[in-house]
């Protein structure tokens, strides 16, 4: 508060420290930029023929000028200290509310402690503002009937920042954060969008992007602030863009469910290609109609065409007329931010905006963005120079090209050599972070709601929800949101697989339709269970075919059959069909009353089973069954159609009857029906048929079997997701420590067993008497025997280790000695013949082992002197040993 609220003669103190090294600056450009000019008293008056042209740079052409408001000639006479006055008040307030609201946050979290660059500014900061605010006063003189440069505002601690310092390019560690698409959209998400309390001002306030990320709520500045400083961390060339926007923008009325314009460019789909004509497809005859009948038809189909466009076409008009705002009478004023993306870095092709308050990326020449003020981003600022009568159609972002951008601060090479290069601080902000909590609340208290033309959509943060749901749609008819169209839920981390559930209401049409989406790795291999409400009972449950040994695609049940559908078979299955009817009605092959599939069934209740089967280049078409149909009475087989037949053969054998020794009756030519296309062919003998119909009888006993396990596994599937929608379980990753409670338990435990296990061995490895009491049958009770035998047992081994310990010294010594007595003696013998080199090395070699001779001697005698101390030491223990108190009684 008390640097927003410094007194005006010390700002212009400070100014005209600078005044003169600017004014220099400003007079040694050479290339006569217009805003490193002194201003002339003639061109103050009449202007030098290029203000009338950039008066009109910025703003809007169908509406008033952005740029021609603000500032009349009869303000011209309004003095800068008045002026800065006010605007200084101004921001005081914004400042004091800025403060009062931050107690009254959506969540509550620590403040976080500002460091002293927040508080504030170093001697390059000062000097810069100074610059800043010498270029604000020339360009407002240069160009009068612009909109003032405002790039000075305070930050949450009141004191005031230059907007370039106050971007932080930081790169985040999590994944997502890579892209400008998952930048975007997390900036859209996490942070809520709060609409500037005057449209057409900029706000009175710019805080810090770590302030913004920690109160997670901002305007559209302080989200292209943070959207900027992510993408450059990122490593593209962002910047953010002081401009005006349509009211749908900044009102956040613009649909985001709508496909971006800016993908739809780069998804474009390549046109199909014709496949190639073979020529040896048989060429079907021309059909013989009526050409006039066919033009009738046609006429009546296009004008049929035409009246249904038509009536869609004023629909259209009228629900627009409808749902049309008022006009806005502040179109083209509206001030907004958002970020732009020039290309050259990240493989970046082509120039884009980023919505922040939607996180879409759109064309540069989108209608909704009426008009640029300046543009900034870490290095340097750019104030447009370019007329914006259309819009944005016609810009150019070539930010070298100063006819089209005025560069704030010359950081090129050129400008350096002339020491006219500013160095620019660096950015005042703490680097920005994001806890693990943090990243996946995703938004403000972990929700959001946003509201579209015909959606409603609900965002939720993962594992905030026990049911796993992270985002709900709700889909209408019509942007009244009438008419419920389909509820969608989007799940994660659920142990039961599921992924999405859609449900769609019932209609006068169709009936309420459920559609459930599961991910591989469930129990039952399922990929989609799809089914309605029981006025129209359907079941459709699809699975991961490449999971299931028997290649099961598909299972369809509805009110009159259970069809399955195969893939990738050793038998060629293809399909399999039950058909069920009321066993109670009597039989003749037709369809009998619909059974409930929700109502258990039994494998009693078909009437008809179907098997289809797929060609096998093995067996002769003629031979190769294509269709199977097992009715009760008979068997139907429909054969795979030959190469250059126009038909296929058929064949039908009734069932004969089961004699009383259950044995199948001979078979005769009254129980079957044959037809083939080749006339020539043979007829089948009898025990041919015969053999026939038993395979098919075995085949009808396989299927009905099959039939009845895919009934009972539909039932299982079913308890089993039931089971799984009231006790829904969430899986926890195991590097998730933030939420493994039992892993972090089992972490614990497996700690503190490691911990035991360590003290255990240091004291058994101090006990001398551990390996002696394991011997023993009760240890706990130790008699005057047993004490005298384990204190003998224990002083000779204690003897012998001492005695094997010299032992290894003297023979490590005598080894030492003898090795160097035999490289002594070959040093004597080869002396006249060896280089100096090898000289070197037995010089060196003789007195290593000459130290470690020494060494050794030096151990042994030690030993020799500690051996009776070390003896008398462990009596005296197994005297005093508790465990051997025995000894002391007797």
């Given at each position: 508060?008390?640097?927003?609220?410094?007194?005006?003669?010390?700002?212009?103190?400070?100014?005209?420290?600078?005044?003169?090294?600017?004014?220099?600056?400003?007079?040694?450009?050479?290339?006569?930029?217009?805003?490193?000019?002194?201003?002339?008293?003639?061109?103050?008056?009449?202007?030098?023929?290029?203000?009338?042209?950039?008066?009109?740079?910025?703003?809007?052409?169908?509406?008033?000028?952005?740029?021609?408001?603000?500032?009349?000639?009869?303000?011209?006479?309004?003095?800068?200290?008045?002026?800065?006055?006010?605007?200084?008040?101004?921001?005081?307030?914004?400042?004091?509310?800025?403060?009062?609201?931050?107690?009254?946050?959506?969540?509550?979290?620590?403040?976080?402690?500002?460091?002293?660059?927040?508080?504030?500014?170093?001697?390059?900061?000062?000097?810069?503002?100074?610059?800043v605010r010498n270029f604000e006063r020339q360009f407002k003189s240069l160009y009068k009937q612009r909109k003032p440069l405002s790039t000075i505002f305070?930050?949450?601690?009141?004191?005031?920042?230059?907007?370039?310092?106050?971007?932080?390019?930081?790169?985040?560690?999590?994944?997502?954060?890579?892209?400008?698409?998952?930048?975007?959209?997390?900036?859209?998400?996490?942070?809520?969008?709060?609409?500037?309390?005057?449209?057409?001002?900029?706000?009175a306030v710019m805080p810090s992007p770590t302030y913004t990320l920690w109160r997670q709520h901002g305007n559209s500045f302080d989200m292209s602030i943070?959207?900027?400083?992510?993408?450059?961390?990122?490593?593209?060339?962002?910047?953010?863009?002081?401009?005006?926007?349509?009211?749908?923008?900044?009102?956040?009325?613009?649909?985001?469910?709508?496909?971006?314009?800016?993908?739809?460019?780069?998804?474009?789909?390549?046109?199909?290609?014709?496949?190639?004509?073979?020529?040896?497809?048989?060429?079907?005859?021309?059909?013989?109609?009526?050409?006039?009948?066919?033009?009738?038809?046609?006429?009546?189909?296009?004008?049929?065409?035409?009246?249904?466009?038509?009536?869609?076409?004023?629909?259209?008009?009228?629900?627009?007329?409808?749902?049309?705002?008022?006009?806005?009478?502040?179109?083209?004023?509206?001030?907004?931010?958002?970020?732009?993306?020039?290309?050259?870095?990240?493989?970046?092709?082509?120039?884009?905006?980023?919505?922040?308050?939607?996180?879409?990326?759109?064309?540069?020449?989108?209608?909704?963005?009426?008009?640029?003020?300046?543009?900034?981003?870490?290095?340097?600022?750019?104030?447009?120079?370019?007329?914006?009568?259309?819009?944005?159609?016609?810009?150019?972002?070539?930010?070298?090209?100063?006819?089209?951008?005025?560069?704030?601060?010359?950081?090129?090479?050129?400008?350096?050599?002339?020491?006219?290069?500013?160095?620019?601080?660096?950015?005042?902000?703490?680097?920005?972070?994001?806890?693990?909590?943090?990243?996946?609340?995703?938004?403000?208290?972990?929700?959001?709601?946003?509201?579209?033309?015909?959606?409603?959509?609900?965002?939720?943060?993962?594992?905030?929800?026990?049911?796993?749901?992270?985002?709900?749609?709700?889909?209408?008819?019509?942007?009244?949101?009438?008419?419920?169209?389909?509820?969608?839920?989007?799940?994660?981390?659920?142990?039961?697989?599921?992924?999405?559930?859609?449900?769609?209401?019932?209609?006068?049409?169709?009936?309420?339709?459920?559609?459930?989406?599961?991910?591989?790795?469930?129990?039952?291999?399922?990929?989609?269970?799809?089914?309605?409400?029981?006025?129209?009972?359907?079941?459709?449950?699809?699975?991961?075919?490449?999971?299931?040994?028997?290649?099961?695609?598909?299972?369809?049940?509805?009110?009159?059959?259970?069809?399955?559908?195969?893939?990738?078979?050793?038998?060629?299955?293809?399909?399999?069909?039950?058909?069920?009817?009321?066993?109670?009605?009597?039989?003749?092959?037709?369809?009998?009353?619909?059974?409930?599939?929700?109502?258990?069934?039994?494998?009693?209740?078909?009437?008809?089973?179907?098997?289809?089967?797929?060609?096998?280049?093995?067996?002769?078409?003629?031979?190769?069954?294509?269709?199977?149909?097992?009715?009760?009475?008979?068997?139907?087989?429909?054969?795979?159609?030959?190469?250059?037949?126009?038909?296929?053969?058929?064949?039908?054998?009734?069932?004969?009857?089961?004699?009383?020794?259950?044995?199948?009756?001979?078979?005769?030519?009254?129980?079957?029906?044959?037809?083939?296309?080749?006339?020539?062919?043979?007829?089948?003998?009898?025990?041919?048929?015969?053999?026939?119909?038993?395979?098919?009888?075995?085949?009808?006993?396989?299927?009905?079997?099959?039939?009845?396990?895919?009934?009972?596994?539909?039932?299982?599937?079913?308890?089993?997701?039931?089971?799984?929608?009231?006790?829904?379980?969430?899986?926890?990753?195991?590097?998730?420590?933030?939420?493994?409670?039992?892993?972090?338990?089992?972490?614990?435990?497996?700690?503190?067993?490691?911990?035991?296990?360590?003290?255990?061995?240091?004291?058994?490895?101090?006990?001398?008497?551990?390996?002696?009491?394991?011997?023993?049958?009760?240890?706990?009770?130790?008699?005057?025997?047993?004490?005298?035998?384990?204190?003998?047992?224990?002083?000779?081994?204690?003897?012998?280790?001492?005695?094997?310990?010299?032992?290894?010294?003297?023979?490590?010594?005598?080894?030492?000695?003898?090795?160097?007595?035999?490289?002594?003696?070959?040093?004597?013998?080869?002396?006249?013949?060896?280089?100096?080199?090898?000289?070197?090395?037995?010089?060196?070699?003789?007195?290593?082992?000459?130290?470690?001779?020494?060494?050794?001697?030096?151990?042994?005698?030690?030993?020799?002197?500690?051996?009776?101390?070390?003896?008398?030491?462990?009596?005296?223990?197994?005297?005093?040993?508790?465990?051997?108190?025995?000894?002391?009684?007797?």
């Open positions: 508060m008390e640097g927003a609220a410094q007194d005006e003669p010390q700002q212009a103190t400070a100014d005209k420290q600078q005044q003169q090294q600017q004014q220099g600056r400003l007079e040694q450009d050479s290339d006569g930029d217009r805003l490193l000019q002194d201003v002339a008293p003639e061109e103050e008056e009449g202007g030098d023929g290029r203000d009338a042209e950039a008066g009109s740079t910025t703003g809007p052409g169908p509406a008033k000028s952005s740029v021609d408001v603000i500032v009349d000639d009869d303000d011209d006479d309004l003095d800068d200290e008045e002026y800065e006055s006010e605007t200084m008040k101004a921001r005081a307030d914004a400042i004091e509310d800025l403060m009062q609201g931050m107690n009254q946050l959506p969540f509550q979290r620590q403040e976080p402690e500002y460091p002293d660059t927040y508080r504030i500014n170093s001697e390059k900061e000062i000097a810069t503002l100074a610059i305070p930050n949450e601690c009141g004191v005031e920042k230059f907007l370039c310092t106050t971007v932080r390019p930081t790169k985040l560690q999590y994944r997502e954060l890579d892209r400008h698409d998952g930048i975007a959209a997390f900036v859209a998400d996490y942070i809520g969008y709060d609409q500037l309390e005057i449209p057409t001002e900029p706000p943070v959207l900027c400083s992510l993408l450059e961390g990122a490593g593209f060339d962002a910047y953010c863009v002081f401009g005006y926007a349509s009211r749908e923008v900044t009102t956040q009325h613009r649909l985001r469910s709508e496909k971006r314009a800016f993908e739809k460019k780069e998804e474009a789909k390549e046109e199909d290609t014709p496949k190639p004509a073979n020529k040896y497809s048989i060429k079907r005859e021309n059909r013989l109609e009526s050409k006039y009948l066919r033009e009738m038809q046609q006429r009546t189909k296009t004008e049929e065409n035409d009246r249904q466009r038509e009536e869609k076409r004023k629909e259209e008009e009228e629900r627009r007329a409808r749902l049309a705002p008022p006009e806005d009478e502040l179109h083209g004023l509206r001030v907004h931010c958002w970020v732009l993306v020039l290309p050259g870095q990240r493989g970046v092709h082509e120039a884009f905006f980023i919505e922040p308050t939607t996180g879409v990326a759109l064309f540069t020449d989108d209608p909704n963005y009426l008009g640029i003020e300046y543009i900034w981003n870490s290095s340097n600022l750019w104030v447009n120079m370019q007329k914006c009568v259309n819009g944005l159609d016609d810009m150019e972002y070539d930010l070298k090209d100063t006819t089209c951008w005025e560069y704030m601060f010359p950081l090129d090479e050129d400008h350096a050599e002339e020491g006219l290069k500013v160095d620019l601080p660096t950015s005042w902000v703490a680097r920005l972070s994001l806890s693990p909590q943090e990243y996946e609340l995703r938004c403000p208290n972990g929700t959001r709601k946003l509201q579209f033309a015909n959606e409603e959509v609900e965002i939720f943060a993962e594992y905030l929800n026990p049911n796993g749901l992270v985002k709900r749609v709700k889909r209408y008819e019509t942007e009244e949101l009438k008419r419920l169209l389909s509820i969608t839920h989007t799940y994660k981390h659920r142990k039961d697989c599921l992924l999405k559930y859609v449900f769609y209401p019932a209609t006068d049409e169709s009936a309420a339709r459920h559609d459930h989406v599961y991910a591989p790795g469930h129990k039952f291999k399922i990929r989609r269970h799809v089914y309605t409400d029981e006025n129209a009972p359907t079941r459709r449950i699809i699975f991961y075919a490449g999971s299931r040994v028997d290649g099961l695609v598909e299972r369809y049940e509805d009110a009159a059959a259970i069809t399955e559908t195969y893939r990738d078979r050793k038998d060629n299955l293809l399909m399999r069909q039950a058909t069920f009817s009321d066993l109670n009605e009597s039989a003749g092959g037709r369809r009998r009353r619909k059974v409930n599939i929700n109502v258990a069934r039994t494998p009693e209740d078909i009437e008809v089973l179907t098997e289809r089967f797929a060609r096998s280049p093995l067996v002769p078409a003629e031979k190769d069954m294509e269709e199977i149909a097992y009715f009760a009475d008979a068997v139907q087989i429909k054969f795979h159609r030959g190469d250059g037949r126009i038909s296929a053969s058929t064949l039908e054998l009734e069932k004969p009857h089961i004699t009383d020794k259950q044995e199948i009756e001979p078979i005769s030519d009254e129980y079957v029906d044959l037809y083939t296309p080749d006339s020539s062919s043979k007829k089948p003998r009898n025990f041919e048929l015969f053999g026939m119909l038993q395979k098919c009888l075995r085949m009808e006993k396989a299927c009905r079997k099959s039939i009845g396990l895919s009934m009972r596994e539909t039932r299982d599937i079913l308890e089993a997701l039931e089971r799984d929608d009231k006790e829904v379980e969430l899986e926890i990753s195991f590097y998730d420590t933030m939420r493994n409670e039992k892993l972090r338990i089992e972490r614990a435990k497996q700690e503190q067993d490691a911990k035991n296990e360590a003290i255990r061995r240091a004291k058994q490895a101090e006990d001398y008497l551990a390996p002696y009491l394991v011997r023993l049958d009760d240890p706990a009770h130790i008699d005057e025997v047993t004490a005298a035998w384990l204190k003998d047992q224990v002083m000779d081994d204690f003897t012998t280790q001492l005695k094997m310990r010299f032992n290894f010294i003297e023979a490590e010594c005598n080894r030492e000695a003898k090795e160097l007595q035999a490289k002594t003696a070959w040093f004597k013998q080869n002396q006249p013949s060896l280089s100096e080199e090898e000289e070197r090395d037995f010089a060196k070699y003789r007195n290593e082992a000459l130290f470690r001779m020494n060494i050794l001697q030096k151990r042994l005698a030690q030993h020799k002197e500690r051996t009776p101390h070390l003896s008398m030491q462990m009596e005296h223990k197994l005297r005093n040993d508790p465990r051997l108190a025995a000894l002391h009684k007797q």
